[in-house]
């Protein structure tokens, strides 16, 4: 009866030991996985803050003067100036006689 009891116990073990390493294994991807997501969201936060500190910067330079903000009607007068000139000559050049 001794020897049934301790088979008994053996195969009980047996089979419950991969189980509870099955459980605990879960456990741990669990673990791995939220560490994942907490170094993904300091990525993001530390992306941001770079961000925002790059678009300080710029406001700095266009505070400054610097810098021209290109997305302001008029922002580019010396550029449109500058292509005015040339289409000027241009125009010029194509009446010249000859």
């Known amino acids: 009866m001794a ?3 301790t088979r008994k116990e053996t195969i009980k ?8 390493r099955r459980a605990s294994g ?8 939220m560490g994942d997501v907490g170094m993904a969201m300091q990525r993001a ?3 941001t803050e770079q961000m925002q500190a790059r678009a ?3 406001d ?7 810098l021209q903000d290109a997305t302001v009607p008029g922002g580019r ?3 449109q100036a500058e292509l005015d000139a040339l289409t000027a000559a ?7 006689p000859g």
Do not use: C, N
């Not at 073990?13 to 509870?20: C, L």
């Not at 700095?60 to 610097?66: D, K, V």
């Open 45 to 47: 936060q530390d992306k």
């Open 56 to 58: 300080g910067a710029l």
């Open 77 to 79: 007068d010396d550029v």
């Open 60 to 66: 700095e330079l266009l505070a400054s003067g610097a």
């Open 13 to 20: 073990a047996t089979y419950t030991a991969p189980r509870h």
């Open 90 to 96: 241009m125009t010029w050049t194509a009446s010249w």
């Open 3 to 5: 020897a049934f009891g």
């Open 26 to 33: 879960g456990g741990q991807r669990i673990s791995e996985e």
